[in-house]
């Protein structure tokens, strides 16, 4: 897929920059993210704790839900984080 003025950049925000919320809630169904290495499907649910993003590989046949307050601790990690956790074996 060529790149294009409309796609989001994967950077940070400018200061002050504002995200627009969706409309919807977000609530349109599952969303699957999937390349030649992995396919994962990612969708909002309901728990009796609140609202959670729940990751489901079906590849692995696993699961996990966040909440908020993960999400927003994955938001600020730096990318040698994300590199170190794709170098881990699974299940080791």
């Known amino acids: 897929m ?6 989001p950049a994967a950077e940070n925000p400018e200061p002050g920059e504002t995200f627009e919320m969706p409309r919807d809630g977000g609530n349109e169904g599952p969303i699957v993210v999937a390349n030649e290495f992995a396919d994962v499907v990612v969708r909002k649910v309901m728990t009796r704790n609140g609202v959670r993003l729940e990751l489901w590989s079906p590849r692995r046949g696993t699961c996990i839900r ?9 938001s600020y990690q730096e990318p040698e984080f ?6 881990r074996t699974p299940g080791a």
């Open 2 to 7: 060529e790149s294009s003025e409309t796609e």
């Open 66 to 74: 966040f909440d908020a307050v993960a999400l927003d601790v994955l």
């Open 82 to 87: 994300i590199t170190d956790l794709l170098s």
